[in-house]
Protein backbone atom coordinates (compact mmCIF):
# COMPACT_ATOMS: atom_id res chain seq x y z
CA UNK A 1 0.00 0.00 0.00
CA UNK A 2 1.30 3.60 -1.09
CA UNK A 3 0.44 6.69 -0.63
CA UNK A 4 0.28 9.85 -2.49
CA UNK A 5 3.42 10.93 -1.06
CA UNK A 6 5.29 8.32 -2.58
CA UNK A 7 5.62 6.79 0.90
CA UNK A 8 5.12 3.10 1.40
CA UNK A 9 2.75 2.11 4.10
CA UNK A 10 3.99 -0.67 7.02
CA UNK A 11 1.32 -1.79 8.53
CA UNK A 12 2.76 -2.01 12.16
CA UNK A 13 -0.68 -3.39 13.36
CA UNK A 14 -0.61 -6.31 10.90
CA UNK A 15 3.08 -7.67 12.00
CA UNK A 16 2.68 -7.01 15.66
CA UNK A 17 0.50 -8.30 18.06
CA UNK A 18 0.13 -7.29 21.60
CA UNK A 19 -0.25 -10.09 24.04
CA UNK A 20 -3.57 -10.72 25.75
CA UNK A 21 -2.20 -9.73 29.68
CA UNK A 22 -0.81 -6.72 27.64
CA UNK A 23 -4.17 -5.83 26.56
CA UNK A 24 -5.92 -6.86 29.39
CA UNK A 25 -3.10 -4.37 31.40
CA UNK A 26 -3.52 -1.45 29.45
CA UNK A 27 -5.80 -1.33 26.68
CA UNK A 28 -5.62 -2.55 23.32
CA UNK A 29 -4.28 0.83 21.76
CA UNK A 30 -1.74 1.65 24.27
CA UNK A 31 -1.14 -2.08 24.04
CA UNK A 32 -0.49 -1.86 20.50
CA UNK A 33 1.47 0.98 20.63
CA UNK A 34 3.74 -0.05 23.21
CA UNK A 35 4.59 -3.57 21.18
CA UNK A 36 4.94 -1.93 17.70
CA UNK A 37 8.05 0.26 19.36
CA UNK A 38 9.32 -2.70 21.51
CA UNK A 39 8.29 -1.21 24.41
CA UNK A 40 5.98 -4.23 25.68
CA UNK A 41 8.87 -5.95 27.58
CA UNK A 42 9.96 -3.04 29.59
CA UNK A 43 6.29 -1.62 29.77
CA UNK A 44 6.37 -0.80 33.40
CA UNK A 45 9.20 1.06 33.18
CA UNK A 46 8.59 3.18 29.82
CA UNK A 47 5.13 4.02 31.20
CA UNK A 48 6.32 5.30 34.92
CA UNK A 49 10.03 5.90 34.27
CA UNK A 50 11.73 6.97 37.64
CA UNK A 51 15.67 7.91 38.28
CA UNK A 52 15.81 5.00 40.06
CA UNK A 53 16.22 2.15 36.99
CA UNK A 54 18.29 4.12 35.57
CA UNK A 55 22.64 2.27 35.98
CA UNK A 56 25.25 4.58 38.45
CA UNK A 57 27.93 6.20 36.91
CA UNK A 58 29.69 2.66 38.47
CA UNK A 59 28.68 1.50 35.16
CA UNK A 60 30.25 4.50 32.50
CA UNK A 61 34.13 2.70 31.54
CA UNK A 62 36.40 5.48 32.80
CA UNK A 63 34.30 7.58 34.71
CA UNK A 64 36.04 6.54 38.05
CA UNK A 65 39.30 7.57 37.11
CA UNK A 66 38.08 10.80 35.67
CA UNK A 67 36.25 11.63 38.87
CA UNK A 68 39.91 11.16 40.25
CA UNK A 69 42.03 13.21 38.52
CA UNK A 70 39.06 16.06 38.29
CA UNK A 71 39.00 15.80 42.32
CA UNK A 72 42.93 16.20 42.46
CA UNK A 73 42.70 19.27 39.71
CA UNK A 74 40.29 20.81 42.11
CA UNK A 75 42.38 20.46 45.46
CA UNK A 76 45.48 21.40 43.72
CA UNK A 77 43.72 24.14 42.81
CA UNK A 78 44.45 23.68 38.88
CA UNK A 79 42.99 26.27 36.06
CA UNK A 80 40.54 24.02 34.80
CA UNK A 81 39.22 24.53 30.99
CA UNK A 82 35.89 23.09 29.35
CA UNK A 83 35.76 23.02 25.80
CA UNK A 84 32.26 22.04 24.72
CA UNK A 85 31.12 22.07 21.47
CA UNK A 86 28.90 24.88 19.59
CA UNK A 87 25.32 22.30 19.06
CA UNK A 88 22.78 22.37 22.01
CA UNK A 89 24.24 18.97 23.34
CA UNK A 90 27.50 20.19 23.70
CA UNK A 91 26.25 23.67 25.24
CA UNK A 92 24.27 22.25 28.05
CA UNK A 93 26.76 19.73 29.00
CA UNK A 94 29.45 21.97 28.81
CA UNK A 95 26.81 24.22 31.31
CA UNK A 96 26.11 21.38 33.64
CA UNK A 97 29.95 20.76 34.48
CA UNK A 98 30.82 24.30 34.84
CA UNK A 99 27.95 25.19 36.88
CA UNK A 100 29.02 21.86 39.20
CA UNK A 101 33.14 22.49 39.15
CA UNK A 102 32.36 26.16 40.29
CA UNK A 103 30.11 25.48 43.34
CA UNK A 104 32.87 23.21 44.02
CA UNK A 105 34.94 25.80 44.39
CA UNK A 106 37.10 25.29 41.37
CA UNK A 107 39.19 27.41 39.08
CA UNK A 108 37.22 26.36 35.58
CA UNK A 109 36.83 28.16 32.07
CA UNK A 110 34.22 27.46 29.62
CA UNK A 111 35.06 27.70 25.92
CA UNK A 112 33.23 26.78 23.06
CA UNK A 113 34.08 27.03 19.71
CA UNK A 114 32.60 28.48 16.64
CA UNK A 115 31.86 27.63 12.94
CA UNK A 116 35.17 29.48 11.71
CA UNK A 117 37.45 27.36 14.17
CA UNK A 118 35.51 24.26 13.49
CA UNK A 119 34.61 21.04 15.33
CA UNK A 120 37.02 19.91 18.20
CA UNK A 121 40.30 20.40 18.98
CA UNK A 122 43.37 21.29 16.82
CA UNK A 123 46.88 22.21 17.54
CA UNK A 124 47.38 25.96 17.72
CA UNK A 125 44.11 25.73 20.48
CA UNK A 126 45.78 23.24 22.60
CA UNK A 127 49.14 25.57 22.57
CA UNK A 128 46.46 28.36 23.72
CA UNK A 129 45.13 26.20 26.39
CA UNK A 130 48.38 25.27 27.65
CA UNK A 131 49.16 29.08 28.16
CA UNK A 132 45.87 29.64 29.95
CA UNK A 133 45.11 26.45 31.61
CA UNK A 134 46.63 23.27 33.64
CA UNK A 135 43.50 20.84 33.05
CA UNK A 136 41.24 20.11 30.30
CA UNK A 137 38.13 18.60 30.09
CA UNK A 138 35.82 18.09 26.60
CA UNK A 139 32.44 17.91 26.29
CA UNK A 140 30.85 16.32 23.20
CA UNK A 141 34.48 15.92 21.57
CA UNK A 142 37.92 14.70 22.24
CA UNK A 143 37.36 11.20 21.00
CA UNK A 144 38.96 11.64 17.73
CA UNK A 145 42.01 14.09 19.07
CA UNK A 146 44.61 11.86 19.30
CA UNK A 147 47.92 13.68 17.73
CA UNK A 148 46.35 17.18 19.51
CA UNK A 149 46.08 15.29 23.45
CA UNK A 150 49.01 13.26 22.96
CA UNK A 151 51.06 15.94 22.19
CA UNK A 152 49.66 18.11 24.80
CA UNK A 153 51.34 18.56 28.31
CA UNK A 154 47.16 19.16 29.22
CA UNK A 155 46.11 16.41 31.86
CA UNK A 156 42.91 15.50 29.96
CA UNK A 157 39.16 13.97 30.21
CA UNK A 158 37.19 13.28 27.15
CA UNK A 159 33.38 13.53 28.07
CA UNK A 160 32.16 12.51 24.58
CA UNK A 161 29.13 10.14 22.71
CA UNK A 162 31.06 10.07 19.15
CA UNK A 163 31.78 6.85 17.04
CA UNK A 164 35.17 5.64 18.41
CA UNK A 165 37.89 5.83 15.04
CA UNK A 166 40.43 2.99 15.28
CA UNK A 167 42.91 5.09 17.10
CA UNK A 168 42.39 7.23 20.49
CA UNK A 169 44.02 9.53 22.32
CA UNK A 170 46.33 7.17 24.58
CA UNK A 171 46.67 10.56 27.28
CA UNK A 172 43.44 11.06 28.14
CA UNK A 173 40.76 9.66 30.22
CA UNK A 174 38.21 8.92 28.03
CA UNK A 175 34.27 8.73 29.16
CA UNK A 176 32.58 7.51 25.84
CA UNK A 177 29.97 5.20 26.28
CA UNK A 178 30.57 3.48 22.77
CA UNK A 179 34.19 2.03 24.80
CA UNK A 180 33.49 -0.30 27.26
CA UNK A 181 30.12 -0.40 28.52
CA UNK A 182 28.75 -3.42 28.94
CA UNK A 183 25.15 -1.73 29.46
CA UNK A 184 23.49 -1.35 25.92
CA UNK A 185 21.31 1.62 26.89
CA UNK A 186 24.36 3.32 28.29
CA UNK A 187 25.86 3.16 24.34
CA UNK A 188 23.19 5.60 23.40
CA UNK A 189 23.80 8.59 25.92
CA UNK A 190 24.15 12.22 24.77
CA UNK A 191 26.89 14.21 26.67
CA UNK A 192 24.77 16.24 28.48
CA UNK A 193 23.33 12.83 30.25
CA UNK A 194 27.37 12.11 30.34
CA UNK A 195 28.44 15.41 31.88
CA UNK A 196 25.00 14.76 34.24
CA UNK A 197 26.48 11.69 35.59
CA UNK A 198 29.83 13.39 36.29
CA UNK A 199 28.25 15.86 38.16
CA UNK A 200 26.40 13.52 40.31
CA UNK A 201 29.86 11.72 41.24
CA UNK A 202 31.58 15.31 42.12
CA UNK A 203 28.72 16.34 44.06
CA UNK A 204 28.78 12.91 45.96
CA UNK A 205 32.70 13.44 46.59
CA UNK A 206 32.68 17.06 47.68
CA UNK A 207 29.83 16.58 49.63
CA UNK A 208 27.65 19.65 47.82
CA UNK A 209 24.22 20.47 49.34
CA UNK A 210 23.42 20.96 45.79
CA UNK A 211 20.50 18.41 43.96
CA UNK A 212 21.71 17.13 40.50
CA UNK A 213 17.96 16.65 39.46
CA UNK A 214 18.05 20.18 38.64
CA UNK A 215 20.30 19.68 35.70
CA UNK A 216 17.67 17.27 34.46
CA UNK A 217 16.14 20.17 32.08
CA UNK A 218 19.75 20.36 30.66
CA UNK A 219 19.74 16.77 29.95
CA UNK A 220 16.76 16.76 28.26
CA UNK A 221 17.74 19.14 25.99
CA UNK A 222 21.07 18.23 24.92
CA UNK A 223 19.93 14.54 23.93
CA UNK A 224 16.39 15.19 22.21
CA UNK A 225 18.13 17.99 20.07
CA UNK A 226 20.86 15.62 19.29
CA UNK A 227 18.13 12.86 18.52
CA UNK A 228 19.72 10.30 20.59
CA UNK A 229 17.33 7.37 20.92
CA UNK A 230 14.82 6.94 23.43
CA UNK A 231 15.34 3.80 25.25
CA UNK A 232 14.21 3.28 28.41
CA UNK A 233 17.61 5.14 30.21
CA UNK A 234 17.27 8.07 27.99
CA UNK A 235 13.29 7.82 27.87
CA UNK A 236 13.86 8.48 31.97
CA UNK A 237 16.11 11.59 31.61
CA UNK A 238 13.72 13.37 28.77
CA UNK A 239 10.78 12.61 30.81
CA UNK A 240 12.52 14.15 34.06
CA UNK A 241 13.61 16.87 32.23
CA UNK A 242 10.24 17.79 30.40
CA UNK A 243 8.80 17.61 33.48
CA UNK A 244 11.76 20.20 34.95
CA UNK A 245 11.05 22.63 31.81
CA UNK A 246 7.72 22.79 32.56
CA UNK A 247 8.15 23.60 36.25
CA UNK A 248 10.63 26.40 34.67
CA UNK A 249 8.09 27.45 32.47
CA UNK A 250 5.10 27.91 34.94
CA UNK A 251 7.28 29.63 37.24
CA UNK A 252 7.73 26.96 39.94
CA UNK A 253 11.31 26.66 39.74
CA UNK A 254 13.49 29.62 39.26
CA UNK A 255 16.38 29.44 36.72
CA UNK A 256 16.12 32.86 34.49
CA UNK A 257 17.97 31.77 31.33
CA UNK A 258 15.72 29.45 31.06
CA UNK A 259 12.55 30.87 31.78
CA UNK A 260 13.58 33.58 29.29
CA UNK A 261 14.49 31.08 26.53
CA UNK A 262 11.33 29.10 27.24
CA UNK A 263 9.38 32.81 27.27
CA UNK A 264 10.64 34.07 23.91
CA UNK A 265 9.63 30.80 22.39
CA UNK A 266 6.18 31.49 23.71
CA UNK A 267 5.79 28.32 25.86
CA UNK A 268 3.99 29.06 29.06
CA UNK A 269 2.66 24.91 30.24
CA UNK A 270 3.33 22.09 28.91
CA UNK A 271 6.47 21.28 27.37
CA UNK A 272 6.98 18.54 25.11
CA UNK A 273 9.61 16.70 22.78
CA UNK A 274 8.40 18.51 19.98
CA UNK A 275 8.87 22.03 21.85
CA UNK A 276 12.17 21.08 21.80
CA UNK A 277 12.80 20.26 18.34
CA UNK A 278 11.20 23.18 17.01
CA UNK A 279 11.21 25.88 19.43
CA UNK A 280 13.70 25.38 21.44
CA UNK A 281 17.08 23.89 20.26
CA UNK A 282 17.07 26.18 16.91
CA UNK A 283 17.26 29.15 19.13
CA UNK A 284 20.26 27.46 20.79
CA UNK A 285 21.73 26.42 17.88
CA UNK A 286 21.30 29.50 16.12
CA UNK A 287 24.27 30.87 18.09
CA UNK A 288 26.68 28.10 17.51
CA UNK A 289 25.39 28.12 13.99
CA UNK A 290 25.56 31.83 12.74
CA UNK A 291 27.78 33.38 15.56
CA UNK A 292 29.41 32.58 18.84
CA UNK A 293 27.68 29.46 20.55
CA UNK A 294 29.07 30.85 24.18
CA UNK A 295 25.81 33.36 23.65
CA UNK A 296 24.18 30.63 24.24
CA UNK A 297 26.04 28.92 27.10
CA UNK A 298 25.51 32.54 28.77
CA UNK A 299 21.96 32.57 28.86
CA UNK A 300 21.91 29.02 30.47
CA UNK A 301 24.03 30.46 33.02
CA UNK A 302 22.48 33.32 33.48
CA UNK A 303 20.46 33.84 36.72
CA UNK A 304 19.91 37.78 36.63
CA UNK A 305 16.02 38.16 34.67
CA UNK A 306 16.61 41.11 32.79
CA UNK A 307 20.33 40.38 31.34
CA UNK A 308 18.08 36.56 31.00
CA UNK A 309 15.82 38.13 28.87
CA UNK A 310 18.46 40.37 26.80
CA UNK A 311 20.22 37.26 25.77
CA UNK A 312 16.74 35.12 24.69
CA UNK A 313 15.69 38.10 22.31
CA UNK A 314 19.31 38.16 21.16
CA UNK A 315 19.03 34.30 20.06
CA UNK A 316 15.92 34.68 18.92
CA UNK A 317 16.82 37.63 16.31
CA UNK A 318 20.08 34.96 15.44
CA UNK A 319 17.60 32.43 14.82
CA UNK A 320 15.40 34.35 12.34
CA UNK A 321 18.34 34.60 10.64
CA UNK A 322 19.44 31.61 10.74
CA UNK A 323 16.01 30.19 9.31
CA UNK A 324 16.41 32.90 6.25
CA UNK A 325 19.71 31.59 5.42
CA UNK A 326 18.77 27.72 5.87
CA UNK A 327 15.85 27.99 3.59
CA UNK A 328 17.88 30.19 0.60
CA UNK A 329 20.81 27.48 1.01
CA UNK A 330 18.35 24.35 1.25
CA UNK A 331 16.91 26.09 -2.27
CA UNK A 332 20.10 26.35 -3.78
CA UNK A 333 21.48 22.96 -2.55
CA UNK A 334 18.02 21.12 -4.18
CA UNK A 335 18.74 22.17 -7.18
CA UNK A 336 22.66 21.16 -7.51
CA UNK A 337 21.22 17.71 -6.15
CA UNK A 338 18.30 17.26 -9.19
CA UNK A 339 21.70 16.33 -11.31
CA UNK A 340 23.14 13.61 -9.45
CA UNK A 341 19.31 11.85 -8.98
CA UNK A 342 21.53 8.83 -10.07
CA UNK A 343 23.88 8.56 -7.56
CA UNK A 344 23.58 6.70 -4.44
CA UNK A 345 25.23 9.37 -2.25
CA UNK A 346 24.37 13.03 -3.35
CA UNK A 347 27.66 15.33 -2.63
CA UNK A 348 26.67 19.27 -3.55
CA UNK A 349 28.82 22.39 -2.53
CA UNK A 350 29.14 26.00 -3.06
CA UNK A 351 31.56 29.13 -2.22
CA UNK A 352 28.51 31.03 -0.43
CA UNK A 353 26.99 28.76 1.83
CA UNK A 354 27.18 29.45 5.45
CA UNK A 355 28.99 26.40 7.60
CA UNK A 356 26.73 27.02 10.51
CA UNK A 357 23.59 25.82 8.57
CA UNK A 358 24.54 22.93 6.13
CA UNK A 359 23.66 19.89 8.73
CA UNK A 360 20.05 20.79 8.60
CA UNK A 361 20.42 21.15 4.60
CA UNK A 362 21.61 17.71 4.25
CA UNK A 363 19.40 16.69 6.51
CA UNK A 364 16.55 17.52 4.98
CA UNK A 365 17.74 16.71 1.89
CA UNK A 366 18.56 13.47 2.56
CA UNK A 367 14.97 12.69 4.02
CA UNK A 368 13.64 13.70 0.93
CA UNK A 369 15.77 11.99 -1.64
CA UNK A 370 15.87 8.68 0.48
CA UNK A 371 19.49 8.37 0.29
CA UNK A 372 23.03 9.81 2.16
CA UNK A 373 23.58 13.58 1.49
CA UNK A 374 26.96 15.49 2.42
CA UNK A 375 26.52 19.12 1.78
CA UNK A 376 29.56 21.52 1.70
CA UNK A 377 31.03 25.48 2.36
CA UNK A 378 33.50 25.48 -0.11
CA UNK A 379 36.73 27.78 0.66
CA UNK A 380 39.76 28.95 -0.57
CA UNK A 381 41.93 26.07 0.96
CA UNK A 382 39.78 23.92 2.99
CA UNK A 383 35.71 22.51 2.65
CA UNK A 384 33.54 22.30 5.90
CA UNK A 385 30.91 19.57 5.37
CA UNK A 386 27.99 17.79 6.92
CA UNK A 387 26.48 14.66 6.27
CA UNK A 388 23.39 13.21 6.90
CA UNK A 389 21.80 9.62 6.50
CA UNK A 390 18.38 7.68 6.67
CA UNK A 391 17.10 5.26 8.34
CA UNK A 392 18.71 2.03 7.54
CA UNK A 393 22.39 3.61 5.79
CA UNK A 394 24.74 4.05 7.83
CA UNK A 395 27.22 5.71 6.82
CA UNK A 396 30.25 6.30 9.69
CA UNK A 397 32.31 2.80 9.44
CA UNK A 398 32.10 3.16 5.37
CA UNK A 399 33.32 6.88 5.34
CA UNK A 400 35.66 6.71 7.89
CA UNK A 401 37.57 4.37 5.53
CA UNK A 402 38.61 7.43 3.67
CA UNK A 403 39.74 9.60 6.99
CA UNK A 404 43.38 9.65 5.28
CA UNK A 405 41.07 12.58 2.94
CA UNK A 406 40.50 14.52 5.99
CA UNK A 407 42.19 17.16 7.95
CA UNK A 408 39.29 17.28 10.37
CA UNK A 409 36.16 14.29 11.15
CA UNK A 410 34.09 12.33 13.51
CA UNK A 411 30.43 12.24 14.10
CA UNK A 412 27.82 9.08 14.53
CA UNK A 413 26.50 6.50 12.77
CA UNK A 414 23.72 8.57 10.70
CA UNK A 415 25.29 12.07 10.61
CA UNK A 416 28.91 13.31 9.91
CA UNK A 417 30.97 16.59 10.20
CA UNK A 418 34.06 16.89 8.24
CA UNK A 419 36.93 19.02 6.62
CA UNK A 420 38.72 18.51 3.74
CA UNK A 421 40.81 20.07 0.93
CA UNK A 422 38.64 22.02 -1.23
CA UNK A 423 40.98 20.45 -4.82
CA UNK A 424 39.55 16.78 -3.12
CA UNK A 425 36.02 17.72 -3.31
CA UNK A 426 35.19 16.29 -6.60
CA UNK A 427 37.70 13.10 -5.89
CA UNK A 428 35.51 12.61 -2.56
CA UNK A 429 32.35 12.63 -4.76
CA UNK A 430 33.89 10.00 -6.60
CA UNK A 431 35.41 7.87 -4.13
CA UNK A 432 31.93 8.21 -1.23
CA UNK A 433 29.51 6.92 -4.59
CA UNK A 434 31.72 4.11 -5.02
CA UNK A 435 32.02 2.87 -1.43
CA UNK A 436 28.15 3.29 -1.61
CA UNK A 437 27.18 1.64 -4.98
CA UNK A 438 25.81 -1.51 -3.87
CA UNK A 439 23.48 0.84 -1.33
CA UNK A 440 20.36 1.22 -3.10
CA UNK A 441 17.77 4.06 -2.90
CA UNK A 442 15.76 3.37 0.25
CA UNK A 443 12.15 3.28 -0.14
CA UNK A 444 11.23 5.59 2.38
CA UNK A 445 7.85 4.00 4.45
CA UNK A 446 5.51 5.02 6.99
CA UNK A 447 4.96 3.35 10.17
CA UNK A 448 0.59 3.02 10.90
CA UNK A 449 0.28 2.07 13.94
CA UNK A 450 -3.23 0.83 13.95
CA UNK A 451 -6.63 1.43 12.54
CA UNK A 452 -8.84 3.98 14.34
CA UNK A 453 -11.77 6.09 13.45
CA UNK A 454 -10.87 9.85 13.90
CA UNK A 455 -14.41 10.08 15.67
CA UNK A 456 -13.10 7.89 18.25
CA UNK A 457 -10.07 10.46 19.99
CA UNK A 458 -11.47 11.26 22.86
CA UNK A 459 -9.79 12.66 26.27
CA UNK A 460 -9.02 9.28 27.15
CA UNK A 461 -7.45 8.10 23.93
CA UNK A 462 -5.00 11.06 23.77
CA UNK A 463 -4.30 10.92 27.76
CA UNK A 464 -3.59 6.94 26.90
CA UNK A 465 -1.31 8.65 24.03
CA UNK A 466 0.40 11.15 26.06
CA UNK A 467 2.22 8.51 28.54
CA UNK A 468 4.20 7.61 25.81
CA UNK A 469 5.41 11.07 25.47
CA UNK A 470 8.57 12.11 24.73
CA UNK A 471 8.54 10.86 21.06
CA UNK A 472 11.16 11.28 18.98
CA UNK A 473 14.31 8.76 17.61
CA UNK A 474 12.71 5.18 18.19
CA UNK A 475 9.60 6.51 19.67
CA UNK A 476 7.63 8.23 16.42
CA UNK A 477 4.68 9.86 16.63
CA UNK A 478 1.55 7.39 16.15
CA UNK A 479 0.29 7.51 13.04
CA UNK A 480 -3.58 5.81 12.30
CA UNK A 481 -5.39 4.54 9.50
CA UNK A 482 -9.00 4.85 8.62
CA UNK A 483 -11.10 4.83 5.14
CA UNK A 484 -13.27 7.95 4.00
CA UNK A 485 -17.02 7.45 4.27
CA UNK A 486 -17.50 11.11 3.72
CA UNK A 487 -15.74 14.50 3.41
CA UNK A 488 -15.37 17.89 2.30
CA UNK A 489 -12.80 20.72 2.64
CA UNK A 490 -13.94 23.27 5.43
CA UNK A 491 -11.22 25.75 4.57
CA UNK A 492 -7.94 26.23 3.24
CA UNK A 493 -5.54 23.68 5.36
CA UNK A 494 -9.23 22.37 6.75
CA UNK A 495 -10.67 19.25 5.72
CA UNK A 496 -13.46 17.17 7.70
CA UNK A 497 -13.25 13.29 7.27
CA UNK A 498 -15.61 11.05 8.69
CA UNK A 499 -17.12 13.86 10.61
CA UNK A 500 -14.27 15.20 12.14
CA UNK A 501 -11.69 18.31 11.17
CA UNK A 502 -8.14 17.58 10.34
CA UNK A 503 -5.27 19.84 9.27
CA UNK A 504 -3.49 19.30 5.97
CA UNK A 505 0.15 20.99 5.99
CA UNK A 506 0.03 19.62 2.23
CA UNK A 507 -2.59 21.28 -0.38
CA UNK A 508 -1.17 18.13 -2.88
CA UNK A 509 -2.77 15.94 -0.31
CA UNK A 510 -6.74 17.31 -0.37
CA UNK A 511 -7.19 16.60 -4.11
CA UNK A 512 -6.76 13.07 -4.10
CA UNK A 513 -9.07 12.50 -1.21
CA UNK A 514 -12.05 10.37 -2.17
CA UNK A 515 -15.07 8.54 -0.58
CA UNK A 516 -13.93 4.60 -0.51
CA UNK A 517 -10.32 5.47 0.20
CA UNK A 518 -7.82 4.79 3.54
CA UNK A 519 -5.90 8.04 4.86
CA UNK A 520 -3.05 8.09 6.76
CA UNK A 521 -3.30 10.99 10.57
CA UNK A 522 -1.50 11.53 13.17
CA UNK A 523 -2.12 13.81 16.47
CA UNK A 524 -0.16 16.91 17.62
CA UNK A 525 -1.63 17.91 20.50
CA UNK A 526 -5.47 18.21 20.49
CA UNK A 527 -5.15 18.31 16.63
CA UNK A 528 -5.60 15.55 14.10
CA UNK A 529 -3.25 16.45 11.00
CA UNK A 530 -3.66 14.48 7.62
CA UNK A 531 -0.13 12.89 6.74
CA UNK A 532 -1.31 10.53 3.59
CA UNK A 533 -3.70 9.51 1.17
CA UNK A 534 -4.28 6.01 -0.29
CA UNK A 535 -2.70 6.25 -4.17
CA UNK A 536 -4.87 4.98 -7.08
CA UNK A 537 -7.95 2.99 -6.33
CA UNK A 538 -7.66 0.26 -3.41
Aim: charge should be neutral; hydrophobic fraction near 40%.
Amino acid sequence: MRGVSGKKWYLLYKEKQPSQELINKYGKLLAQLLVNRGFDKDAEIILDPKLSYIPTYRELVGLEEALERIVEAVKKKKRIIIYGDYDVDGITGTSILYKTLKKIGAKVYPILPNRQTGYGLNVQLMKIFENYGDFLITVDNGTSAVKEIDNSKLDTVVIDHHNVPKEIPKKAVLVNPKIGSSVESLKSLSSSALAFYLACALIREFNLEEDPRTYLDLVALGLLADYMPLNVVNRIFAVKGLNLLEHIAKGNIKKAGVKALLDIASLKGKITSKDVYFSIAPRLNSAGRISKADLALKLLLEEDENKAKRLADRLNELNKRRQMLTRLTYAEARRKAESQKDKNFIVVWDENWHPGILGIVAGRLAGELGKPVAVFAKGNKKATGSIRSVEDIEIYSKISLLSGMFIKWGGHDKAMGLTLPSTRLEEFREKVNLLFEETQRLEISIPVDMELEPSEINEEVLTQISRLEPFGEGNPYPVFLTTVRECRINSQGIVVINGVELTCWDNELVKHIEVGKRILYSIEGNSLVLEDVEYGIS
